[in-house]
């Protein structure tokens, strides 16, 4: 029951909503979500902190970069339900679009 009080608790916040629109469409750092929702990377940072203590998101070293994205693979059958209702939910969402039409704009780890 735990988990899914955590699980629960991780969706409930914007910004962790915001940032897993965009994982849900690619891998990303810190500093391309940070430009993207226009905030700090240390918030950046704890939100991702958040969801990946959550075991809503993973975490992959490229070198010097920390990248995230999400993995259905490794969710159990009712969290992958939730988390693919959640992403399209967030598919139609305004806010998540314009997002990610910022995050398209940055090239990637270039402009960062």
């Known amino acids: 029951m735990e988990n899914y009080v955590n699980i ?11 940032i897993l629109s965009l994982l849900f ?8 979500i940070q430009q993207a929702l226009g905030i ?4 950046a940072s704890r939100h991702l902190q ?7 998101i993973k975490l992959r070293r490229d070198g010097l970069w920390a ?6 693979g490794e969710f159990p059958s009712d969290i992958r339900k939730l988390m693919q209702y959640t992403k399209e939910m967030l598919a ?5 679009l314009q997002d990610f039409s910022r995050l398209k704009a940055s ?3 270039g402009n960062v």
Not at 50 to 56: D, I, K, P, T, Y
Not at 67 to 72: H, I, M, Q
Not at 92 to 96: F, G
């Open 25 to 32: 469409k690619q891998e990303c750092c810190v500093c391309e």
């Open 107 to 109: 090239c990637r780890r």
């Open 50 to 56: 958040n969801l990946h203590q959550a075991g809503l």
């Open 8 to 18: 629960f608790k991780s969706l409930a916040d914007e910004y962790r909503l915001r």
């Open 40 to 43: 700090s990377q240390t918030s």
């Open 92 to 96: 139609q969402n305004p806010q998540a």
């Open 67 to 72: 990248l995230y994205s999400v993995d259905y």
